[in-house]
């Protein structure tokens, strides 16, 4: 791998900026630009720095796909309006969704979602507007993971030999590429984000398509959506580097009210790690996870089963999926 890490003993943030800032403004002259805002850290600092370097010239687009968590779109929008920074809802979610159908195999699923984010969604989005950039926010141990052969992360495109130029007619610009996690957090403080999202658990790029075992459905992404809210709602005061719920494929037996209730089975992950690349279960407290599976499965219809992972990484990983 060519790309050298800047890591967090050696980042001078202000100077990172400062750098990325004047690279974007000489990379794109007076071209135009767009991005796509999640509202994870690494979206949000990527939006920051595009702005400052191109003013209106970065066009920042929230892609609805349907896999976001609750009330997100509205959330992330509102709050960088009130930084003075337009994002606009493309909605999408029927392009994924039917990219997604009947698919079971992790990386199919990855790269079904690669296609539809890169070609269907951003391919038309830069014809309609005449950009010839694109941002987004790979880090380093996106990079790391993909060309290890660990897991495809949606967003790697040249590390594999695809030249989104030629393929989707946009070139691609990656601030963050040399940081991890905890670098890009100091450079989210540096920059004036709110603390909210400084200090927001990673999410991933395919979103709750990650934690859907199985074919991503609109029903499952929905049971998968109201336990995340639960897991996080939960975990929110625990000092943890990520929270997830996932949501098995196959059913188990349960019981209600002295009946046999066939239903859904969710896994609650919960990380300590310093950059992604090792972690170990959190030691929560038995009466919080307690409380996890008496909410998940009198919340969540359909569910009659909840287990925690207590398994590190590796062998296991962070995400399921």
Known sequence: MNIKEISL???????????KVQEISSTVGDSLAINALSGG????????????????????????????????????????????????????????????????????????????FYKDVFGGLVKECGAKYLFQGTNYTDIEETIAGIKRQHNILEQLGINPDEEYGYKVIEPLIQLRKSAIRKVAQAIGLPAE???????????????????????????????????????RNISAFQYLAILH??????????????????????????????????????????RLAERITSEVRGVVSVTYNITPKPPSTIEAV
């Open 41 to 116: 850290v690494d979206s949000s600092v990527v939006t920051m720095l595009g702005h400052r370097a191109l003013g209106d010239r970065l066009k920042t687009y929230f892609v609805g796909n349907g896999l976001m968590r609750e009330g997100e779109p509205e959330q992330i929008i509102s709050m960088f309006k009130s930084s003075g920074i337009n994002v606009e809802l493309f909605d999408a979610v029927d392009v994924f969704f039917d990219a997604l159908k009947g698919l079971t195999d992790p990386e199919e699923k990855r790269e079904a979602i690669t296609r539809a």
């Open 197 to 235: 999202i400084c200090g927001r658990p990673p999410f991933p790029g395919p979103a709750l398509a990650t934690r859907v075992i199985g074919e991503v459905t609109r029903e499952s992404v929905a049971i998968v959506r109201k336990a995340t809210m639960i897991v996080e709602e939960e975990l």
């Open 9 to 19: 003993k050696k980042l001078n943030p202000d100077k990172f900026i400062e750098d």
């Open 249 to 290: 494929q196959d059913k188990v037996t349960g019981i209600r009210e002295g009946k046999r209730d066939y239903g859904k089975q969710i896994e609650v992950r919960c990380w300590d790690s310093q950059d992604a690349v090792t972690g170990s279960p959190t030691r929560l407290p038995y009466f919080i996870l307690d």
